[in-house]
């Protein structure tokens, strides 16, 4: 004589959801796709600046105070070192306040983890583009 088991129905908890009003959004959406196309235009400006700063005309030894004011004083690679910049931070923070979403349990923690999160974001954002934009190679 076998008994069978019937197997324990098992629930699984709904995702929580950050709009609370009950309307939809398109964020969620919106940063999925930015993610995707961030990532694809990063590897293109990591790798080209990696490619030119490390390989081109006798590698890393040339880089140096005078190497850096000659880069800056063109438009072009300020403009390429500001998308490199605010792409990665900005895309580095998506990622965190995924993460943050993910494993915060209460409301108050995913909340003060975020703000930190974008402060510190914000904070290097604001810092680097002045950096490249007021950057002095009269000073040494």
Same mark, same amino acid.
């Given at each position: 004589?076998?008994?069978?088991?019937q197997?324990? /129905? *098992? /629930?699984?908890?709904?995702?929580?959801?950050?709009?609370?009003?009950?309307?939809?959004?398109?964020?969620?959406?919106?940063?999925?796709?930015?993610?995707?196309? /961030?990532? *694809?235009?990063?590897?293109?400006?990591v790798?080209?600046?990696?490619?030119?700063?490390?390989?081109?005309? !006798?590698?890393?030894?040339? $880089? @140096?105070?005078a190497?850096?004011? !000659?880069?800056w004083?063109?438009?072009?690679?300020?403009v390429?070192? =500001? =998308?490199? =910049?605010? =792409? +990665?931070?900005?895309h580095?923070? @998506? !990622?965190?306040?995924? $993460? *943050?979403?993910?494993? +915060?349990?209460?409301?108050?923690?995913?909340?003060?983890?975020k703000?930190?999160?974008?402060t +510190? +974001? !914000?904070?290097?954002? *604001?810092?680097?583009?002045?950096?490249i934009?007021?950057?002095?190679?009269?000073?040494?």
């Amino acid at each position: 004589m076998s008994t069978t088991s019937q197997p324990e /129905s *098992i /629930s699984i908890a709904a995702p929580r959801s950050s709009n609370r009003t009950g309307q939809r959004s398109n964020f969620e959406l919106y940063s999925w796709l930015f993610m995707r196309i /961030s990532g *694809i235009v990063l590897i293109f400006l990591v790798l080209g600046h990696l490619f030119i700063m490390n390989i081109l005309d !006798g590698g890393v030894q040339r $880089i @140096n105070f005078a190497f850096v004011a !000659g880069r800056w004083s063109s438009p072009f690679w300020q403009v390429w070192d =500001l =998308l490199m =910049l605010w =792409l +990665a931070m900005i895309h580095g923070t @998506n !990622g965190m306040r995924t $993460i *943050i979403n993910d494993y +915060a349990e209460r409301d108050q923690t995913r909340f003060w983890l975020k703000m930190l999160l974008f402060t +510190a +974001a !914000g904070f290097t954002i *604001i810092l680097g583009t002045l950096v490249i934009f007021t950057f002095d190679p009269n000073i040494g």
